[in-house]
């Protein structure tokens, strides 16, 4: 039987994004996402729910990310779903679902730049 694990998610940054090199000189780059759904209850009054989703970022995409991104930023992420498990301070085992991502699409406007660009 075949499966498919794939996410596909248009959002902000809540936040810029964490960046660190690790052992090997691997990049990695972290930050949270909010999707944001709006709808029209029977009233016609408008209802907001905002989503948020941990993304993770490897090497060139984190690199990237690093560089270009800060919160606010609106992208295209494109990657699969992975949970991950670790002890707690107090020996309480935690579980984290974080998107890890293998495109990044970034879709802010282009600003202009001082040298007339």
Known sequence: MRSLN???LIGN???SPEFQT?????SVAKFLLATTESFKDKNGQTHSTTEW???VLWRSLAELAH???TKGS???IEGKLKT??????VGTKR?????VADQLIMLDKKTSTNDGE
């Open 84 to 89: 991950r498990n670790y002890e707690d301070k």
């Open 95 to 99: 579980y984290v679902t974080e998107v």
């Open 67 to 69: 560089k270009y991104l």
């Open 74 to 76: 609106l992208v295209y």
């Open 13 to 15: 940054l809540g936040n």
């Open 22 to 26: 690790l052992e090997g000189n691997a």
């Open 53 to 55: 989703h941990s993304v």
């Open 6 to 8: 794939k996410v596909t």
